[in-house]
């Protein structure tokens, strides 16, 4: 069963977030269904108070935007996706209370020497933590500016004793119907699974991001660490990592299994490669009212271009 595909960029992708109030996305057909079913055993709520909690020491990192003005922290929190929350851009504000971000191990797979088990508190001291204030691109047409924490996600791969036949990894997001109401539902072939080159991961830009605005991951942003791709539409950025496997081809993902013909492996930020069913020229900052250009790679050409040289990016979409 597939009744998900992505939805088309309807009014409340194209309004800002503060304004488009009641209107629903394509999918609240959907969430309305699967509510008369369940209501009340999803938890649905308006969310539950959140603990904030400041890093003691992040030191401004490389690659920053500087120039940029940060998208405000509430629209970065309240409006985005988060599947395994519900199918609305404010299900994961109101729904990811219930992920329980303690105890935390990420286990590593695949074409490595010996399996491995991580703990995010050792994973947060592996190195100085880093401020990357990084432009970022959903395929479905909006764009933030988020300064992220985290650190290079060369730091995991590093640790991990990959063999010499690792050529692209995985990276496994929780998937547990306890916490995640949404996962009982196959829209997506759970877990949500995003994979990357392994030269890409091991890319300087290439962060696993621990928090953003100088604090720990909010849990709607994928706490407590995920994967952070800024020259890539959102989608690659895999939240609330669980497992990390090495594998030696190509894998699937769960974006070009639900539509091999609308998702790519790669899925490069790419103004001039529109998607099966919209444009890519154009992006619209949260918070913001009119729309700009889209830059190749997400403005992050002169750094992974080089990543690329040779193929042809109109096939390797
Ligand atoms: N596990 C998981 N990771 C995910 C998603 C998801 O639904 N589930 N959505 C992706 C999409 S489409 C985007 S645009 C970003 C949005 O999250 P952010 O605003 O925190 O970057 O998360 C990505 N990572
Ligand atoms: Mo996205």
Redesign the pocket.
Known sequence: MLILHRPDPLPSEITPPEVYGARRSFLRSLSVGIGAASFGLLGESHGAPVERVRFDTVTPGPFSAVDEKPTPYTS?TEY?????FGPDKDSPARNAHRLRTRPWTISVEGEIRRPKTFAIEDILKWAPLEERIYR?R??EGWS?VIPWVGIPLTELIKRCEVTGNAKFVEFW?LADPEQMPYVRFPFLDWP?IEALRLDEAMHPLALLGLGMYGEHMPKQ??APLRVVVPWKY??K????IVKVRFVEKQPPTVWTKAAPDEYGFYSNVNPDVPHKRWSQSHERRLGEFFRRKTQPFNGYGDQVAGLYAGMDLRKNF
Not at 80 to 84: I, V
Not at 237 to 240: F, L, M, R
Request: proline share 0%; net charge neutral; glycine share 20%.
């Open positions: 970065v985005g996706n988060f599947y395994e970022m959903c395929v933030a997001s949500y942003n994928g959102g989608f950025g895999a939240k609330s």
